[in-house]
C-alpha cells in the first residue's frame, strides 16, 4: 500500500531574535500513522507544531496538505484544513463549562444562536466512540488534569480533524489515563486519522509510535520506523550522547538526625474536604524520602502546607528545632526550605517577568541582590549569569521574559533558583514532569548531590521509577494516609506490595 | 402636593422616580459589562455619556427631531468606543490612561461644541423633551401602571435592553466568544476566535450605550444640557457592574437600587426632614463605596480584563 502523505512540512525555519527555534526542517506525516516528536527541551518541537497550527508564522519554508501548498495564518485555517492540536498547556477557558468550551468559535446551526442541544448530541457520540468520559456541564475549574485533557482532545474532534497534534499529553497524566489516552489514539488512528505525538518518555513513544522523529537543536537528527529502534538509540540521537541513568550512589546515612519533622498533620483541600488526615513523618539529613501515591491523595496538600501557603487545621511540622506550621511561605524560605513545585508555571515562576528577577525572586531583598530599600540590578544579573551557564538553561538572553522558555528550561531556572541557596531541607515535587532524559538526568544528579551534602529531600512524583531511583526510604500516601514506609537499607522494595499500597489494598504499621 | 411620607402616592411617585433615574444606568451600565467581558475596562464612559448628552441635546435642539438626537447620541457613542478600541486593543495601550483621556477629551469636546454652538447665554435654551409615554390599557394597573408603564420611551428601551443583552452574552456564538476572550484571550485565539473583532464590537456596543444613555439626560430627564448633568453617573456605572457580577439581570437590580437612592433624595428634599441638599447629592456616591467594599472580594472578575492581547 502507498503511503499517502496528510501534511508535508519543508524547509521551515523559525527564530526568535538571534535564537533559532527550527532550522530548516523537514517533516511528513502521513495517513493513518502514528508519529513522534522526539527531542531536548528546547530542541524545537513545540515551536515546529505551533507553525503548523498557525500560531506562529514560519520565517521561511512551505506547507502541504493532502498535497496542495497552503498557507496557514491562524489556528482557524488550521482547522479548516483538517488539524488540530492539544497544547502542552492547556487552552481552555476555566470559567465555561466543557460544552461551551468544544463549540467555542465554531459557526452554529443555528446562525447566531448557540444550538447546545445538537452540540451535545454530538458531544456524546464522541464520548461514547472514543472512550472520553467526561461531564458535559463541569465547569473547567472544576476537572481534573486528565479530564481537562480530554475536553481539549473532544474539543480537536468535534471540528473533524484528520491530523491532531498533542504536545506532550500524557507529561501530567496517571499511567492508567495513559492507557486510557492510547485506547483512544489507537481507535483514532484505526479510522485512518494521523497523529503527532510528543513526548520524553521513551518507553512511551515506543509503545505508541509507527515512526520517530528525533530533533535536535531545530534540526532533524534522525529518523527511525519503531521495528528497527529502542530507547537506547533514541535517548543517544535525542542527547547526542549516551545516556546512563544515574546509580543511587550508595553513601547511606550512618547518623540519623530527623531534619524535618511532621506530627498530626491535618489539612483541608480545595473543596474544603479532609486531604491529610492526621500524618506524622520524619525526613532525615542527607536522605531522600521519596512519596509514591497516585495524584490527588494528599501530595498536592502535603506541599502546599510544607511551603506555607495552605493552612493545616492541626499538627505541627518541625525544621530542626523551628515550628514553620502556621508561617509565611517567605520565613519557610528563610529557614532553608527550598521548594520546587509541582505548579512550575503557576506557583513557581512568573512568567512575565524577566529572567534573571525570576532567578532571584525568592531572596532578591537579601544581600548582595539588595541593600536597604534598593534592588542592586548589577549583582542580581551577575548571579544569573552564573547560574545559567551552572545549570546550562537554554535561552536567548537572561532578560528574555520567562514565558519564552521551554518547558525543560523553566524547570531548570526553579531548580538553579533553589539549590543556589543550599537550603537544608528541599521538597521537590513532580521535578522532571515534562523533561526530556539529558535533563532529567541532570536534575537527578542535582538533587543527589544535595543530598550527598546533607540535605534533607521529600521527593513526591507520580514517576514510580524516579521514586524508586532516587529514594532511600518510600512513603505511601493513599486518601491522606500513610500507607507505610520502606526503608531500603532494611529491606528490598516488593513492587506489588508497593502497587497494593498504592492502591489502599495494604497497610503497614507505621512506625 | 401630598408629600407625606406614608401614603400610598408618596411610594409610587417614589418608586416611578427610581425607575426614571435608574434609566441611564441600566443603559451604562449594559454597555459597560459588554466591554468589561470582552477585557476592555472602558473609563471613557462618563465621558462618553457627556458627549452623548450634549450630541442629543444639540441636534434635537437644531432639529426639532427627539428621535433623530437619540440616534446622533448613540452614533456618537459608537464612534467614542471605536477610539477606545483602537487605542486599547490595536495600539496595545494601557486602558486606564487611554479610558481617562477619552473622558477628559469627550466631556471637554462636549463643552466647547456647546460654547461655539449655542455660546454662553444667562438662561440655558431648552428644548421640547420627550415627555412619558403611557402604554395603553398596562397605565391604568393600579400601583404597577403608574410605576412601570407611564416612563420615557427610553426606559422602556433600557429595560428591554436587559434581557436582549443577557440573551446575547448567553445564547448566542457572539456571546460564547465574547466570554472566552474576557476570560482567556489565547484559548479564544486558538479557537479560531479573532480576539480583536470581539473586543471592537463589544467597545463599539458599550460606546453606544454610553451616548445613548448620555442622552437620556438632556432629552427626557432634563430638557436642556448642563454641564454637570452627567454627575458621575459613569462612574456609578462602573462600580455597578462589579455589583452586578458582570450579568445582565443583576445589572437591574442594581441600578434600581442606585436609582432609588437617587429618587429618595428627590423625594427627601420636599419633606420635612432638613438636611442640606448636598448631603442627597452625596448619596449615590456613598453608597458606591460602601457597596464595592462590601462586595468586590468576592467579585469575579473577567480573567484577562486590564490585559492587551497580542500575539506571538
Ligand atoms: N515565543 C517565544 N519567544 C522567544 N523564544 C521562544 C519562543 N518560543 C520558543 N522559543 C525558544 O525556541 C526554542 C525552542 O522552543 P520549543 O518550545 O519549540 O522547544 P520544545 O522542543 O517544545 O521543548 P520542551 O520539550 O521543553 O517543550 C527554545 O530555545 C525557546 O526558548
Ligand atoms: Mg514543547
Request: a positive charge; glycine letters at 8%.
Amino acid at each position: 500500500m502507498e503511503k499517502e502523505k496528510i501534511v508535508e512540512m519543508r524547509n521551515i525555519r523559525k527564530t526568535f531574535l538571534n535564537n533559532v527555534a527550527n532550522n530548516n526542517i523537514n517533516f511528513v506525516v502521513y495517513k493513518g500513522e502514528i508519529v513522534s516528536l522526539l527531542g531536548e527541551n528546547g530542541a524545537g518541537k513545540t515551536t515546529l507544531m505551533k507553525i503548523l497550527y498557525g500560531m506562529y508564522t514560519k520565517d521561511s519554508g512551505e506547507i502541504f496538505v493532502n498535497g496542495k501548498k497552503v498557507e496557514i495564518n491562524s489556528p482557524k485555517d488550521a482547522i479548516a484544513l483538517g488539524i488540530g492540536m492539544v497544547h502542552q498547556h492547556f487552552t481552555l477557558v476555566r470559567t465555561l463549562t466543557v460544552l461551551e468550551n468544544v463549540i467555542l468559535g465554531l459557526p452554529s446551526p443555528k446562525g447566531i444562536n448557540l444550538d447546545f442541544d445538537y452540540a451535545r448530541k454530538r458531544l456524546q457520540e464522541i464520548i461514547q466512540r472514543y472512550g472520553l468520559v467526561v461531564n458535559p456541564d463541569a465547569k473547567i475549574w472544576q476537572l481534573s488534569v486528565g479530564e481537562r485533557q480530554r475536553v481539549e482532545i473532544i474539543k480537536a474532534l468535534y471540528r473533524n480533524i484528520n491530523v491532531l497534534i498533542l504536545d506532550e499529553p500524557t507529561a501530567v497524566l496517571t499511567p492508567q489515563e495513559v492507557e486510557e489516552l492510547f485506547k483512544t489514539l489507537r481507535i483514532f488512528k484505526k479510522e485512518g486519522k494521523s497523529i503527532v505525538f510528543i513526548s520524553h518518555k521513551l518507553e512511551e513513544v515506543m509503545e505508541i509510535s509507527d515512526r520517530i522523529v528525533i530533533l535536535r537543536n531545530g534540526v532533524v537528527t534522525g529518523e527511525r520506523r519503531k521495528e528497527e529502534t529502542n530507547a537506547r538509540e533514541l535517548a543517544r540521537l535525542m542527547v547526542g550522547r549516551e545516556v546512563i541513568e544515574v546509580l543511587r550512589e550508595k553513601t547511606s546515612v550512618t547518623e540519623k538526625s530527623p531534619l524535618l519533622k511532621v506530627e498530626g498533620l491535618k489539612a483541608l483541600n480545595d473543596k474544603n474536604l479532609v486531604a491529610l488526615k492526621g500524618i506524622s513523618f520524619s525526613v532525615n539529613k542527607g536522605e531522600i524520602l521519596g512519596v509514591a501515591g497516585v495524584a490527588g491523595n494528599g501530595q498536592r496538600e502535603l506541599e502546599d502546607v510544607i511551603c506555607g501557603v495552605r493552612k493545616p487545621i492541626s499538627g505541627h511540622i518541625f525544621l530542626d528545632k523551628d515550628e514553620i506550621s502556621g508561617r509565611s511561605p517567605k520565613e519557610i524560605i528563610r529557614l532553608g526550605v527550598g521548594r520546587i513545585p509541582e505548579d512550575r508555571m503557576e506557583s513557581g515562576l512568573i512568567l512575565d517577568l524577566p529572567l534573571y528577577e525570576n532567578l532571584v525572586i525568592e531572596f532578591y531583598d537579601k544581600p548582595p541582590f539588595s541593600k536597604g530599600m534598593l534592588i542592586n540590578y548589577k549583582s542580581i544579573k551577575r548571579f544569573a549569569q552564573k547560574l545559567i551557564k551552572e545549570y546550562r538553561i537554554k535561552t536567548a538572553s537572561i532578560d528574555v521574559k520567562t514565558r519564552t522558555l521551554s518547558g525543560g528550561n523553566l524547570q531548570k531556572v526553579i531548580l538553579a533558583r533553589v539549590l543556589s541557596q543550599s537550603p537544608k531541607f528541599i521538597i521537590a515535587s513532580q521535578p522532571t514532569r515534562g523533561l526530556d532524559v539529558g535533563a532529567m538526568e541532570y536534575i537527578h544528579e542535582k538533587l543527589l548531590e544535595a543530598r550527598n551534602n546533607g540535605a534533607g529531600i521529600l521527593l513526591i512524583s507520580e514517576d514510580l521509577h524516579e521514586v524508586l531511583n532516587l529514594s532511600d526510604r518510600i512513603m505511601v500516601m493513599y486518601e491522606g494516609e500513610i500507607m507505610g514506609i520502606i526503608d531500603r537499607s532494611k529491606e528490598k522494595v516488593d513492587i506489588e506490595e508497593l502497587g497494593l499500597m498504592m492502591a489502599g489494598a495494604k497497610r503497614r504499621k507505621v512506625s | 402636593m401630598n408629600t407625606g411620607f406614608w401614603t400610598l402616592t408618596f411610594w409610587v411617585g417614589f418608586l416611578a422616580a427610581t425607575v426614571r433615574m435608574a434609566t441611564p444606568l441600566i443603559i451604562a451600565t449594559l454597555g459597560e459589562t459588554f466591554a468589561e467581558r470582552s477585557g476592555v475596562l472602558n473609563l471613557g464612559i462618563e465621558g462618553m455619556m457627556i458627549f452623548g448628552a450634549l450630541a442629543g441635546f444639540l441636534t434635537t435642539y437644531f432639529t426639532k427631531s427627539l428621535w433623530l438626537g437619540v440616534l446622533v447620541a448613540t452614533l456618537s457613542g459608537i464612534a467614542f468606543g471605536w477610539l477606545m478600541a483602537f487605542l486599547t486593543v490595536t495600539l496595545t495601550l494601557s486602558q486606564h490612561v487611554s479610558g481617562l483621556g477619552i473622558t477628559i477629551f469627550a466631556s471637554g469636546l462636549a463643552y466647547y461644541t456647546y460654547r461655539a454652538a449655542i455660546g454662553s447665554p444667562t438662561v440655558p435654551p431648552t428644548i421640547k423633551a420627550f415627555s412619558t409615554l403611557k402604554i395603553p390599557l398596562l397605565w391604568k394597573i393600579p400601583i404597577i401602571g403608574p410605576i412601570l408603564f407611564d416612563q420615557y420611551a427610553i426606559t422602556y428601551i433600557g429595560i428591554l435592553l436587559v434581557p436582549l443583552a443577557g440573551y446575547l452574552i448567553y445564547k448566542t456564538t457572539f456571546g460564547l466568544s465574547l466570554r472566552a476572550v474576557g476570560e482567556n484571550p489565547e484559548a479564544a485565539d486558538a479557537m479560531g476566535i479573532n480576539v480583536y473583532k470581539i473586543r471592537y464590537t463589544a467597545l463599539l456596543i458599550a460606546g453606544g450605550l454610553a451616548g445613548l444613555s448620555g442622552a437620556f439626560f438632556t432629552l427626557a430627564e432634563f430638557n436642556m444640557f448642563l454641564y454637570d448633568i452627567v454627575a458621575g453617573r459613569g462612574w456609578v456605572a462602573i462600580a455597578l457592574v462589579i455589583f452586578a457580577n458582570w450579568i445582565p439581570s443583576k445589572v437591574l437590580w442594581g441600578a434600581l437600587f442606585f436609582g432609588s437612592i437617587d429618587a429618595i433624595g428627590l423625594r427627601l428634599q420636599g419633606t420635612a426632614i432638613k438636611v442640606p441638599f448636598q448631603v442627597y447629592l452625596m448619596l449615590p456616591y456613598i453608597f458606591t463605596i460602601i457597596v464595592l467594599i462590601l462586595i468586590a472580594r468576592n467579585a469575579s472578575y473577567p480573567s484577562a480584563l486590564l490585559k492587551p492581547y497580542r500575539r506571538e
